[in-house]
């Protein structure tokens, strides 16, 4: 996967383009002397269904053949794959099944299901949630004859999702901007390896760096040891979609030849992004969605790079509360 060709990234991004949105990027001078560089935010909280996810799970759907369209799908969730991938199988005709942990938010259940997939809750007790998720959704893919699918460890997902990147790099161009480095969530990391197999390819000097909560930085972790590390315990995070306990196989095969580093954000800068992110751009995201932004407002690079660009992933939270934690 790590030697994928840039070819096979663009033929990813020329499926999705009837069907995703071109999200914008967004530039503030008020964040730009908060950062302490000039910082280009791409706002895949405005794509379908609230985040980027909807690029990988339409692209993963497209490449099913006939008898797995037939069967239908399964996958595990906490909330935006669960969101994007049941749009996706609306779209072309394939049922949905995703199992969603018992306490992800209930808006994002609300919206799976509304997007018209089935949605079966899981109970993980003191197990990380997403690897008893995914146990259970081994179980229905068996139990139903149906495909399972992984919302992050996937070569296809991260093809899908590259497209992010190449979108950014191509708008970037178009004003003048060469980044000198580019800021990505990661949960499991099928983001920040698309978009560092995109970025770099398209500009080899530009640095790639992967932001996660902090207690959940095994992305970080990884990159450092040079081996996969895991997550143990269930550490506190109000970002409930980066809570992978491991980066994926595919995805720190990709990350450990073209991501630079790893950086992780506490909490209290989360809800700092998310606020400055709400005056400043006028957008909503959730805590998940504002990593990147946070570990540049805390100047997590030092020296600040003179140009960044930042990934804003996803906008999913209930206004309440959005409201509550950004009071």
């Keep these: 996967m790590a030697g994928v060709a840039f070819e096979t990234l663009r033929q990813a991004a020329e499926i999705l383009r009837p069907v995703v949105v071109e999200t914008p990027i967004l530039e503030s001078p008020v964040l730009n ?14 794509q379908r269904t609230g985040s980027f996810k909807f690029r990988g799970a339409y ?3 497209a490449r099913l053949d006939a008898e797995e369209r037939a069967r239908g799908v399964v996958a595990f969730s906490s909330g935006n794959f669960a969101q994007g991938l049941a749009a996706a199988g609306a779209l072309a005709g394939v049922k949905v099944t995703i199992v969603m942990p018992e306490d992800a938010p209930r808006a994002k259940m609300e919206a799976t299901r509304r997007y018209g997939a089935d949605v079966v809750l899981s109970r993980h007790g003191t197990r990380n949630r997403e690897e008893a998720a995914n146990e259970l959704a081994a179980g229905l893919a068996q139990e139903r004859g149906m495909t399972k699918l992984h919302p992050f460890d996937d070569p296809l997902i991260v093809a899908g999702q590259a ?18 480095a580019v800021m990505s969530p990661v ?3 099928g983001l920040v390896a698309g978009v560092a197999l995109a970025v770099r390819q398209m500009s080899p000097k530009t640095r790639v760096y992967g932001v996660e909560p902090e207690g959940y930085d095994d992305m970080a972790r990884s990159l450092a040891t040079g081996a996969r590390q895991r997550v143990e315990g269930q550490p506190r995070s109000v970002c409930d979609a980066l809570q992978a306990a491991m980066p994926g196989v595919v995805t720190f095969d990709v990350a450990r030849e073209f991501v630079s580093g790893g950086l992780s954000v506490s909490d209290d800068e989360v809800l ?17 969605g504002a990593v990147a932004l946070a570990a540049a407002l805390a100047h ?3 020296p600040a790079p003179a140009t960044l660009g930042v990934i804003l992933s996803g906008g999913n939270i209930a206004i309440e509360d959005f409201r509550r934690l950004t009071a």
């Design 187 to 189: 949960g499991g990391g």
């Design 300 to 302: 997590k690079l030092a």
């Design 59 to 61: 692209y993963r759907i």
């Design 33 to 46: 002397e908060l950062c302490g560089a000039r910082v280009l935010l791409k706002a895949e909280s405005l």
């Design 163 to 180: 497209s992010v990147g190449l979108e950014f790099m191509r708008q970037a161009a178009q004003i003048g901007v060469a980044f000198d």
């Design 272 to 288: 700092v992004a998310m606020d400055r992110a709400f005056h400043h751009l006028k957008l909503v995201l959730e805590p998940s």
